[in-house]
């Protein structure tokens, strides 16, 4: 008699961009992805980039034309097939950019839900469609598998009307216009991982630095948002890799009164052209080429971001009347010794001081500050993937029980 054999289960994250497509793949409980990948570059020809457990590239046996993503999709099911043939994927979890006031948590999608997505592009029109059109095609390439979407701005949710609101008439609030925060499945992962190395401190006053292309902060108070730079949108706060970040609203009824600028041209100059590419006059966006370049419009650009990001932390342990520990993450927090030392010097009126050994010749999750710090200092690599895949799990187990019950 022939068993058959039963097959792996696979638990599959994806994260549908404007232009890219990345995508993750668990098998059964595991933490660590099996195959990582990214599309990139979709709707002008793209390429694709696919890894191992260990790291190693692993090669499709064809090229892609990246027209769609429905034709980056097509690199996912392939790539499964062709390096996972033996796995059977339970469910796909999406990070969705913004969940309005409705959706505080992750949820099972279904064609209501849909609804209310598409409702929500008004308040994300550069991220959310994108978000959604990952969605269908995932629906279309595994039907019948669950699919379950997890927000970028669920965890704010527990900020207060003070924390979240803007100074214009109330009722625009009751309307939805507040601050809604993002970078929350970045925030999650390093909430858990605080609470997993260092309990004690995860009960006190946590300041969140995710710097990268897209940059903000938070405060994280016993476990709880509390406030965070990114306001209404994601262009509010610090200034970022494209983006301008705080602007004084007078500055676009300027370009809109008397420069006679459209909302495409605004669109532009606030998303794509400013931030460390416009500071710098168009040299780069990245902190590395920053660095390397010792010209004084890079360093000019630097000086500004680590100033920005040295009042926002400021700013956010204000929020909580007080900072047991700083964490920086994302691109930029992890990898720039430069930026966490010019901000650390920036915060040295708070007591603050920085191991420069750990700082520049360490590596991964590690304690940065000195011993005579008044609170410590941490660099913790983010994961945003393997927050869907917890959070799809979990939904998939509650689901069991609540069938069994």
Known sequence: MTVKKEKAKGFLALNSGSSSLKFALYLDEQEKESMVGRCEQIGTGGNVRIKDIEGQPLVLPKTYSLDTHEAAMQVVLDAMAYFFPDIEVQAVGHRVVHGGRSFDGPIFITPKVLENLERLVKLAPLHEPHNIAGIHA?????????????????????????????????????????????????????????????????????????LGNGASLCAIEAGRSKASTMGFTAIDGLPMGTRC?????????????????????????????????????????????????GTEAAQRAIDYFTHKVCAGVASMAAAMQGINLLVFTAGIGEHSSLVRRKVCEGLAWLGVSLDDISNTQGKGTRLISAKDSKFKVMVIPTDEEVIIVRATRALLAEKAVAEVC
């Open 245 to 293: 970040g705080q602007l004084d609203p007078g500055v676009i009824l300027h370009f809109l009164e008397t420069e006679g600028m459209s909302i495409k041209d605004l669109n532009r100059i606030l998303y794509k052209e400013s931030g460390l590419l416009g500071l710098s006059g168009g040299l780069s966006n990245d902190m590395r080429v920053l660095t390397e370049a």
């Open 138 to 210: 995932a629906m279309e390439a595994f039907p019948g598998v669950p699919q379950i979407a997890c927000f970028d701005t669920a965890f704010h949710r527990s900020q207060s009307f003070v924390d979240n609101a803007f100074a214009i008439p109330y009722h625009y609030y009751e309307e939805g216009i507040l601050r809604y925060g993002f970078h929350g499945l970045s925030y999650e992962y390093i909430n858990a991982e605080v609470a997993r190395l260092a309990p004690e401190l995860h009960q006190g006053k946590v300041v969140v630095a995710h």
